[in-house]
């Protein structure tokens, strides 16, 4: 057994494809005490396909605050945990950060566990400019304040990445083509699994295609940056 006593592992895990998982976190995740997971069902699919019989806990946005010190103080007597989000990268918009602050201050060894990402995923076949970008997670689901939190972006000239819902997708697209205008966008869905999906064009033709049809599965969404004048010089 290679994994050190009280140490947390951040564990990246596929945001679809099951094959899309490191030779490294298969070993940690067999060799841990302890799996914390966002959501327990999903992660026992992943172990069942792989056949590793580790236990679980659940550690999710509605227990992550009462969990957090009865992990810390597992860590503590020298057990092993390894923290898996649905899919992806762990903290990345998901459950995990005051578990990964506890951890910090009590001085508990953490160690990352890279893999994949659907932020970086959906970045990379994107098409923009990504000498340098944004992630900005979820906006709020409320209109007004989206608006706001897109007027502040619409003056940012990186490549702006975001997650969004499928209930909310075409109000997202709507309040992005009113603050910022027609841009560059990319909207991907579902990477990685039967059903991906990669559009690319501008808002408009978005907002029109996804209103044809309902949209479903998760959403990565690219924007494009302002164009400055100088951008052209």
Same mark, same amino acid.
């Given at each position: ?61 509605? *227990? %992550? ?16 945990? /390894?923290? &898996? ?10 459950? @995990? ?7 910090? /201050? ?8 890279? @893999? ?15 000498? *340098? ?10 209109? /007004? ?8 972006? /619409?003056?940012? @000239? ?19 083509? %009113? ?16 059903? +991906?999906?990669?559009?690319? @064009?501008? &808002? ?21 940056? +302002?164009?400055?004048?100088?951008? *052209?010089?």
């Amino acid at each position: 057994m290679n994994t050190p006593p009280g140490t947390l592992y951040l564990v990246s895990t596929p945001i679809g494809n099951l094959e899309d998982i490191t030779l490294r976190a298969l070993r940690i995740l067999e060799e841990v005490d302890l799996i914390a997971a966002e959501d327990t069902r999903q992660t026992r699919r992943l172990l069942t396909h792989y056949n590793i019989q580790t236990p679980l806990t659940s550690y999710f946005e509605g *227990n %992550e605050q009462s969990k957090c010190d009865k992990l810390i103080e597992r860590l503590r007597t020298g057990e092993t945990i /390894a923290l &898996v989000s649905d899919a992806g990268t762990p903290i990345i918009s998901d459950p @995990g950060y005051p578990l990964l602050r506890g951890c910090i /201050a009590a001085e508990i060894p953490i160690v990352p566990i890279p @893999g994949a990402s659907a932020a970086i995923a959906a970045a990379s076949i994107s098409g923009l400019p990504l000498h *340098n970008f944004t992630f900005e997670g979820f906006l709020s689901p409320k209109s /007004a304040k989206r608006k706001r939190q897109l007027s502040t972006l /619409a003056v940012e @000239g990186r490549t702006l990445i975001l997650f969004e819902s499928p209930h909310r997708l075409c109000r997202f697209l709507e309040d992005v083509l %009113e603050v910022m205008g027609e841009r560059d966008i990319v909207v991907t869905r579902e990477l990685t699994k039967q059903f +991906e999906e990669i559009f690319r @064009g501008q &808002v408009s033709a978005a907002l029109e295609k996804f209103q044809r049809t309902t949209p479903r599965g998760e959403f990565t969404v690219v924007i494009a940056g +302002e164009r400055r004048k100088s951008d *052209n010089s």
